[in-house]
């Protein structure tokens, strides 16, 4: 698994965005190829739409996690509602290792100052300030090492 971790870090180097950069390192475990897994998380970089809101590295995560075990029955309470555990389950642990699940918190902005559609360029200085690499890595780490405790 740790080369998955590091896989999801280099994607996020070469100018992935922190979602799909997680989702592209494990998805051909769920029968998705690297482009399909780029499109699926796309949206949620920056924060949901770099809108700030929750980590885009945590939603990767999570979308993972409803790849692992979704529930894909409408009725399917139970399975829902698992689903729903392991979500709050990774949560906290994202949580209670970086301090927030929120980006703009993460990054130490006000949110109301960072809403742009515009992402920004990849420097030396845009990596030496952010801490999503961080994060990337955090939110690989906890994916794998739940699926070492699962499987």
């Given at each position: 698994m740790e080369d998955r971790i590091e896989k999801a870090v280099t994607y996020f180097k070469s100018g992935y965005n922190c979602s799909q950069s997680v989702v592209a390192a494990f998805a051909d475990l769920y029968g998705f190829d690297k482009e399909q897994s780029l499109r699926m998380a796309a949206s949620f970089g920056g924060?949901?739409?770099?809108?700030r809101e929750t980590?885009?590295?945590a939603c990767g995560m999570f979308l993972l996690a409803g790849l692992e075990n979704g529930a894909v029955e409408a009725a399917d309470r139970q399975g829902k509602a698992a689903n729903y555990a392991l979500v709050?389950?990774?949560a906290e642990e994202f949580k209670k290792r970086n301090g927030?699940?929120?980006c703009a918190?993460?990054?130490g902005l006000r949110k109301s100052d960072t809403i742009s559609s515009n992402p920004e360029e990849r420097t030396t200085q845009y990596y030496?300030?952010?801490p999503c690499v961080?994060?990337?890595e955090e939110a690989a780490t906890i994916?794998?090492?739940?699926l070492q405790k699962e499987r």
């Open positions: 924060g949901i739409g770099r809108m980590c885009g590295a709050q389950e990774l927030s699940l929120i918190e993460l990054l030496a300030k952010r961080k994060m990337v994916w794998a090492e739940y």
